[in-house]
């Protein structure tokens, strides 16, 4: 037995979110049948504003709310211009930027790649990348901070490659981070020693 349309496309919907499944999706479904009409109103105009109002910078790729074209770390002269760090994700810069200790600017690359396919590298940003550094030669170091886990030395050891030509200095995040971690999930501590002793 199914369950009715509404509810199968609405688990469907949320089935498609990372690390939703059709369990997890169908429990939201539920919640929100039982929730207050005024709390579902909120999520739905949420969503709707989120759609409308959230723009990509056009320099580092970060998600932001404003009229201009570029975000407000971009676009901020107090900013170190000499540094450029690569993360692969929104969440990553937002991790770094809560320390308070990284006055540079950002590039997010949109995620990771497995194992160099070329599927995966084309989805990347590694072409965008390339032409900031070329527009922008006051950049002398790059950091690659990536998650300490297959996928993240995998696109580390991409971006190395890649930007080797331009002859910039190239850094990594120190060794503070556990193998197989993520970014986001650091603590601050472990973040900032990891940045501090980067080389």
Not at 53 to 78: D, M, P, Q
Not at 116 to 137: A, T, V
């Amino acid at each position: 037995m199914n369950y009715p349309r509404s509810i199968q496309k609405l688990i469907e919907s949320f089935s498609k979110f990372p690390t939703i499944g059709p369990r997890t999706a169908a429990r939201f479904v539920f919640y929100l049948l039982k929730a207050k009409d005024e709390d579902v109103d909120r999520l739905v105009s949420s969503i709707s504003d989120l759609k409308k109002n959230i723009k990509t910078c056009s320099l580092c790729f970060n998600t932001f709310e404003a009229e201009a074209e570029i975000c407000e770390i971009c676009s901020n002269s107090g900013r170190d211009k000499k540094l450029l760090c690569i993360v692969s994700k929104d969440p990553d810069l937002m991790a770094l930027e809560k320390l308070k200790i990284y006055k540079g600017l950002y590039f997010i690359l949109g995620g990771t790649v497995s194992a160099l396919r070329k599927k995966d590298i084309e989805k990347l940003r590694f072409k965008e990348l390339k032409e900031r550094l070329k527009k922008d030669p006051g950049i002398q170091e790059i950091i690659i901070a990536t998650n300490p886990n297959t996928e993240g030395e995998a696109t580390a050891l991409y971006i190395e490659r890649i930007l080797a030509p331009l002859n910039k200095k190239i850094t990594r995040l120190g060794r503070g981070l556990p193998v197989g971690g993520e970014l986001e999930y650091a603590d601050e501590e472990t973040l900032k020693s990891a940045l501090e002793g980067r080389k």
